[in-house]
């Protein structure tokens, strides 16, 4: 009689081969399915944090067109009426394409998020979806709001005139969260006299 002890594996061997090789696969294929997870948030990341700057920078740019055109720097000339800057209110930032000029839109809340919904237009640019509806929807949601620049002394706090905190928000749905990106900058009246 022969023995064949070293040329065959027993069943029980080749079962602990097969879960030995199963669990190496799945780590694999874990390790692979977190590294595009956190790929695809640095992606939404970069992306919604570009889109807070942009509204930073068009207040920014307002606030100097004001010193060229008005005498008031947190004016908004682009409303009929004589409004400032308001720290009471949400707002939508919407540029046209054809004049360069920028439109301020004024919210008392945040309650209907579908109005703060981007989407892209035809010429590859963020816009609101309520502004075309045949653009292309995408994940992120953008609004801004100012608050009052405060210093805080031992005793009290006191609100510093001339000058406000401009807050850029973007949002997005990601699977089971809401991740938000908050971009904050103070602007001042740098003409005071």
């Not at 109005?115 to 892209?120: A, E, N, P």
């Not at 010429?123 to 994940?139: A, G, H, R």
Request: glycine content about 0%.
């Amino acid at each position: 009689m022969k023995k064949y002890n070293n040329k065959w594996f027993s069943i029980i061997e080749i079962l602990v081969w097969i879960f030995i090789f199963t669990l190496g696969l799945i780590s694999i294929y874990m390790l692979l399915n977190s590294s595009i997870k956190m790929s695809d948030y640095s992606r939404d990341s970069i992306v919604a944090s570009n889109l807070a700057k942009e509204w930073l920078e068009l207040v920014i740019s307002q606030r100097d067109q004001n010193f060229k055109s008005l005498t008031i720097w947190d004016k908004m000339p682009w409303n009929d009426y004589d409004l400032k800057f308001s720290t009471w209110w949400y707002y939508k930032i919407e540029k046209s394409n054809w004049t360069n000029l920028i439109s301020m839109t004024n919210i008392n809340d945040i309650d209907d998020i579908s109005d703060y919904r981007l989407c892209i237009d035809s010429d590859n640019n963020y816009i609101y979806c309520s502004s075309d509806p045949d653009s292309l929807e995408t994940k992120y949601y953008r609004y801004l709001y100012f608050e009052d620049v405060e210093y805080d002394n031992w005793d009290d706090t006191e609100i510093i005139h001339d000058s406000l905190k401009v807050v850029s928000k973007v949002f997005w749905h990601d699977r089971w969260r809401i991740p938000e990106v908050e971009i904050k900058t103070i602007i001042t009246n740098w003409k005071r006299y």
